[in-house]
């Protein structure tokens, strides 16, 4: 599947949560400490805050932080490509928050939180962002906390 969207603000908080190392551990790669918001408009995209979908089958939101992880036994993601680099789609949130400059686009949307192992060159507020990941079932990763 490929959604396109654009780079949105988040609230900071992910780049302290992402340097627990539970996060590199479970992903099998250095997390850069930041996560990238992808703001895809339209309604009907996958939203772990209204019901399960194909991308994460969960009724609630996937929470970044690593005491929830480590209660929770694991942590779900799926690999993507953002822009042609690899990186990892953590969680969704619809509508998408709104921060210091809110979403880059109007409306209904659904952001998209992804982590990779470098900062992404080119991945700003505002330019375009696009998703590149296998929606199947079978894709969805889950990883046990040992």
């Not at 953590?90 to 809110?102: F, V």
Request: proline share 9%; glycine share 12%; net charge positive.
């Amino acid at each position: 599947m490929i959604l396109k969207g654009f780079v949105g603000d988040g609230q900071g908080y992910a780049a302290t949560l992402l340097r627990h190392p539970i996060f590199s551990n479970l992903l099998g790669v250095q997390i850069y400490c930041g996560s990238i918001n992808v703001f895809v408009s339209g309604v009907g995209q996958p939203a772990l805050t209204i019901c399960p979908h194909p991308f994460f089958r969960r009724h609630d939101d996937e929470s970044l932080d690593p005491n929830f992880v480590l209660r929770q036994g694991c942590i779900r993601f799926r690999h993507c490509t953002i822009n042609g680099h690899a990186a990892f789609i953590l969680r969704t949130e619809h509508p998408g928050p709104s921060y210091r400059r809110g979403p880059p686009i109007p409306a209904p949307h659904t952001m998209f939180e992804i982590v990779a192992g470098t900062k992404l060159p080119g991945v700003a507020w505002g330019t375009a962002g696009e998703v590149v990941f296998d929606e199947g079932p079978s894709q969805l990763q889950t990883v046990r906390v040992m």
